[in-house]
């Protein structure tokens, strides 16, 4: 049973740290501004950088409330314009509201973690670094298996992936966007949330690669003392 705690602790950790590594590269406003240069943004959306970083800093308001409305005019193509559509508007309400359950998973699954962790070293501190270590390891090889798929799919066909991500956390189809006519769509492109993705497991990677080397640390210093 012990075992088994360890091990959902520690996969409830990884997951806190997948969700966690989403949300500071989605709140970087400088991966927006790298990106829309790398992607020659002003160009296809006819707004300047500037233009594009108010837009920017309007969405990540707009997801974290501080502020209840997406309306913003800039010059697009030479002409003073709305940046956002209605249709636009519509489907940024199920990108907040999938914002928001995806925070509230974050904690709960960081406050599970630690009620895990927290149990368990209480009722068995002499046996705790060598338990949370195999836990850490059943959760590594776990988080490599998942790393693996998303990196297989997203190097052969990560459109696909792509469009199967959104028909399962969306439920209607305002994601389907024109480039001919979105705004928004011609500022996040695919390559835009490839390299967003990307970005997301690499501070993953590192985060988990951290927690795993402090507890072999901890581990080896406190059999180096025994």
């Given at each position: 049973?012990?075992?088994?705690?360890?091990?959902?602790?520690?996969?409830?950790?990884?997951?806190?740290?997948?969700?966690?590594?989403?949300?500071?590269?989605?709140?970087?406003?400088?991966?927006?501004?790298?990106?829309?240069?790398?992607?020659?943004?002003?160009?296809?959306?006819?707004?300047?950088?500037?233009?594009?970083?108010?837009?920017?800093?309007?969405?990540?308001?707009?997801?974290?409330?501080?502020?209840?409305?997406?309306?913003?005019?800039?010059?697009?193509?030479?002409?003073?314009?709305?940046?956002?559509?209605?249709?636009?508007?519509?489907?940024?309400?199920?990108v907040k509201n999938l914002y928001r359950f995806a925070a509230k998973s974050m904690y709960t699954l960081l406050a599970g973690a630690l009620a895990g962790l927290t149990m368990l070293f209480v009722k068995d501190r002499a046996?705790?670094?060598?338990?949370?270590?195999?836990?850490?390891?059943?959760?590594?090889?776990?988080?490599?298996?998942?790393?693996?798929?998303?990196?297989?799919?997203?190097?052969?066909?990560?459109?696909?992936?792509?469009?199967?991500?959104?028909?399962?956390?969306?439920?209607?189809?305002?994601?389907?966007?024109?480039?001919d006519i979105s705004t928004m769509i011609n500022m996040f492109p695919l390559n835009f949330f490839l390299a967003m993705c990307t970005g997301i497991l690499t501070r993953f990677a590192v985060l988990y690669f951290a927690f795993?080397?402090?507890?072999?640390?901890?581990?080896?210093?406190?059999?180096?003392?025994?």
């Amino acid at each position: 049973m012990k075992k088994f705690v360890y091990r959902i602790s520690c996969i409830f950790l990884m997951l806190f740290m997948i969700l966690f590594s989403v949300f500071t590269v989605v709140n970087t406003e400088s991966f927006y501004t790298k990106q829309y240069r790398k992607n020659n943004t002003e160009k296809y959306t006819g707004m300047s950088m500037e233009d594009l970083d108010r837009a920017t800093v309007m969405l990540l308001d707009y997801l974290n409330d501080r502020r209840d409305d997406l309306d913003m005019q800039a010059e697009e193509f030479g002409v003073m314009a709305e940046t956002f559509d209605e249709r636009e508007k519509t489907h940024m309400i199920d990108v907040k509201n999938l914002y928001r359950f995806a925070a509230k998973s974050m904690y709960t699954l960081l406050a599970g973690a630690l009620a895990g962790l927290t149990m368990l070293f209480v009722k068995d501190r002499a046996g705790f670094l060598n338990g949370i270590m195999d836990g850490a390891k059943f959760a590594l090889a776990f988080a490599i298996i998942l790393s693996m798929g998303f990196a297989l799919m997203f190097i052969f066909d990560f459109n696909a992936f792509w469009t199967v991500f959104h028909h399962v956390v969306f439920t209607n189809d305002l994601w389907l966007l024109d480039p001919d006519i979105s705004t928004m769509i011609n500022m996040f492109p695919l390559n835009f949330f490839l390299a967003m993705c990307t970005g997301i497991l690499t501070r993953f990677a590192v985060l988990y690669f951290a927690f795993f080397t402090v507890i072999k640390l901890l581990k080896q210093q406190v059999e180096r003392n025994v």
